[in-house]
């Protein structure tokens, strides 16, 4: 007798069933059913749906135990060009439209501070820039490139307001025995794939036993 079981998208054929199951009751194709069920689970190690997820500035990848952040200015660029040009709207490629214009624009404002010579303007440029940057430092958006899950006691994730704040995660780590925080922005809810960075981040940490506030 050959019996066909399916569950949970899966399907297995039994074969050599006894004989003494055509005079047994129900009870007993369901148990077997059931043991059956439970071996292959137990034999089967999970396997969780997503190691990574990208941010503003990168990813953030689940490597050996550790969430690895991989973030530059190229990265930040690249995250732009996915979010607002690459299979995106009209509205979506008119914010790149502006973006880009805003940048150019501030560039040839500082080149022509440095071409005649405006010494205050470009010390309060240079010092607003490293400014910013310490303070994203102190905040924690640039700080630790590695943290082990085990170090991690708490997980944050932030939607952030549209058109106001970005989509965000706070981490909470132990570093040498001192508490430590991590911020990681994710693309804003305006970009392409704003919405599937913010579920994937949720399912990566979700999935290795975080409970996300």
Do not use: C
Request: aromatic share 12%.
């Amino acid at each position: 007798m050959r019996l066909l079981i399916t569950a949970a998208s899966e399907t297995w054929i039994v074969d050599r069933i006894p004989r003494a199951i055509h005079t047994q009751t129900d009870d007993l194709i369901y148990r077997l059913i059931d043991e059956t069920f439970i071996s292959f689970h137990q034999s089967t190690p999970y396997v969780p749906s997503t190691n990574s997820f990208p941010t503003d500035r990168g990813t953030v990848a689940v490597v050996d135990g550790e969430l690895v952040f991989e973030e530059s200015q190229v990265g930040y660029l690249r995250s732009i060009y996915d979010g607002y040009w690459r299979g995106a709207r009209w509205a979506q490629k008119a914010i790149l439209f502006g973006y880009a214009f805003a940048s150019l624009s501030a560039l040839v404002f500082f080149v022509s501070a440095v071409w005649r010579r405006r010494v205050f303007l470009i010390a309060t440029v240079g010092g607003t820039v490293a400014l910013m940057w310490i303070l994203d430092r102190v905040r924690g958006f640039r700080s630790a490139d590695r943290i082990p899950l085990s170090a991690v006691s708490k997980v944050s994730l932030v939607s952030g307001k549209k058109g106001l704040t970005k989509p965000r995660l706070v981490i909470k780590y132990t570093d040498d025995n001192k508490r430590r925080k991590r911020r990681v922005n994710l693309p804003s809810q305006y970009a392409t794939n704003g919405h599937t960075a913010y579920t994937r981040a949720r399912l990566t940490l979700e999935e290795r036993g975080f409970e996300l506030s």
